[in-house]
């Protein structure tokens, strides 16, 4: 049974930080490519950053870029996502992603508030 479990999302002020975790289970996480992915309200799912499946490279949106760190722990079988620098607009469910070719698995979310 493949699982996604995201975890550590929760209520923080701007310029706050947060650490996402993504834990995977039931499929060969080492040959899946990870990415996390987040929805505001009323706006369409983003790319957040993205990790191959060595974890020897990496992408990030620009909104993201320089605050953000995506990283894994083939061990693990975990993907982490470091938010740092936190913004208003951050503000959004965020969903991991585990790819393979064509075949994808999506966790549930977790929810990311940035407020004052």
């Known amino acids: 049974q493949v699982q996604l479990v995201e975890s550590g999302g929760g209520l923080v002020q701007p310029g706050g930080s947060l650490t996402l975790s993504c834990a995977a289970s039931?499929?060969?996480?080492?040959?899946?490519?990870m990415t996390w992915y987040r929805q505001a309200p009323g706006k369409e799912r983003e790319l957040v950053a993205l990790i191959t499946n060595t974890g020897g490279s990496t992408t990030y949106s620009d909104s993201v870029k320089g605050r953000f760190t995506i990283s894994r722990d083939n061990a693990k079988n975990t993907v982490y996502l470091q938010m740092n620098s936190l913004k208003l607009e951050d503000t959004a469910v965020y969903y991991c992603k585990a790819q393979f070719i064509v075949r994808a698995y999506w966790g549930q979310g977790t929810q990311v508030t940035v407020s004052s």
């Open positions: 039931g499929f060969p996480f080492r040959d899946y490519a």
